[in-house]
């Protein structure tokens, strides 16, 4: 499985980004996807996540009411919307992906997502 996040950049506090993740290649085996974070001196963290069969979610609570994922299952594409955006958001997002049969995690590259005060 390949994963390619897109969407990230700069903006003002109280602004707005969505970030996309592209998945190719064994996407039939994933079972649940999420958005991951980490900024500078810290330790990654989970930001939101969908199962695959469901589309149940669970988010962080630093992000609840302000961000919303979802996917878009005949593109492969899995996306977070992310609104009144804080100056403690910044972080580089990473997109990922499990496989509970094997235990196995595919991850993105991240994208940098920098909010500004």
């Known amino acids: 499985v390949q994963l390619v996040e897109s969407g990230g950049g700069l903006v003002q506090a109280g602004g707005s980004l969505r970030l996309s993740c592209a998945a190719s290649?064994?996407?039939?085996?994933?079972?649940?996807m999420g958005w991951y974070r980490q900024a500078p001196g810290k330790r990654r963290e989970l930001v939101a996540a969908?199962?695959?069969?469901?589309?149940?979610?669970n988010y962080a609570d630093s992000v609840k009411g302000r961000f919303t994922i979802s996917r878009d299952n005949v593109k492969n594409t899995m996306y977070l919307q992310m609104n009144s955006l804080k100056p403690e958001d910044t972080a580089v997002y990473y997109c990922?992906?499990?496989?509970?049969?094997?235990?196995?995690?595919?991850w993105g590259k991240g994208t940098l997502v920098t909010v500004s005060s």
């Open positions: 290649g064994s996407t039939f085996s994933i079972n649940v």
């Open positions: 969908i199962t695959s069969s469901s589309g149940s979610t």
């Open positions: 990922n992906a499990h496989n509970y049969a094997y235990g196995k995690d595919y």
